[in-house]
């Protein structure tokens, strides 16, 4: 079982919100985590969004609208992040990432179609 | 604002040596608080880390276990560089292959080198 685990694809409309997950492995707790976030588009490197371990411990990427926010569902056992006021620019592949058993490790990625 | 410049070839030859450098601008590669990684990204295999270099009063380095038998990642402090050497490739090591800073994640991307291993 991946140690990460993301929707291969999402649809949302303009201006509505959009919620990404990422699952932990059921042997991990995302309560003992920070979970980076990146958006990518063709072409281009991954760009950082956003950490976020607690509302108390979070770091939001330069530049990066307020509208990109994180978050984590205990009981999924899941790291949320959630992007309000969709713009079609917004359509991009998105990732999850955590530090690991000594190692960065990365989610397969949800794409985001704004349509 | 940090930046990463990465060169090196596009095409390296099966059972050869694929080499990348990563020039920074901004910071310093032996400060105290960041470390230097290296990450590629195939179709078949994602975004795959694949290690890092980093100065806490002495070096240390981290590998991933997949590349570990084949990996060095080295900092050049008088060029304010580090570099990526990946020993007796194969065509699953095409990749595009980033550097990258980690600060509290990892938070600055180099433009990404196309490296496929072919004959």
């Known amino acids: 079982q991946a140690v990460l685990t993301q929707p291969s694809s999402l649809s949302a409309s303009p201006g509505a919100s959009a919620s990404l997950t990422c699952t932990l492995r059921?042997?991990?707790?995302?309560?003992?985590?920070?979970i980076n976030w990146y958006q990518q588009k063709p072409g281009s490197p991954p760009q950082f969004l956003l950490r976020?371990?607690?509302?108390?411990?979070?770091?939001?990427g330069s530049g990066v609208p307020s509208r990109f926010s994180g978050s984590k569902d205990a009981s999924a056992n899941a790291g949320i992040l959630l992007i309000s006021g969709l713009q079609s620019e917004d359509e991009a592949d998105y990732y999850c990432?955590?530090?690991?058993?000594?190692?960065?490790?990365f989610g397969g990625g949800t794409k985001l179609t704004v349509l | 604002q940090v930046q990463l410049q990465q060169s090196g070839p596009g095409l390296v030859k099966p059972s050869q040596t694929l080499s990348l450098t990563c020039a920074i601008s901004?910071?310093?590669?032996?400060?105290?608080?960041?470390?230097w990684n290296w990450i590629r990204q195939s179709p078949s295999r994602g975004l795959e880390w694949l290690g890092r270099?980093?100065?806490?009063?002495?070096?240390?380095?981290d590998y991933a276990i997949s590349v570990k038998s084949r990996i060095t990642i080295t900092p050049d402090t008088s060029k304010n560089q580090f570099s990526l050497q990946l020993n007796s490739v194969t065509p699953e090591d095409t990749a595009v292959y980033y550097c990258?800073?980690?600060?509290?994640?990892?938070?600055?991307w180099g433009q990404g080198t196309t490296v496929t291993v072919s004959s």
């Open positions: 976020y371990r607690s509302d108390s411990n979070k770091q939001q």
């Open positions: 059921s042997d991990i707790n995302v309560g003992n985590y920070g």
């Open positions: 990258a800073r980690e600060g509290y994640g990892i938070d600055v």
């Open positions: 270099t980093y100065y806490r009063s002495k070096w240390y380095n």
């Open positions: 901004g910071d310093s590669v032996s400060g105290n608080s960041a470390a």
């Open positions: 990432m955590i530090w690991h058993s000594s190692a960065w490790v």
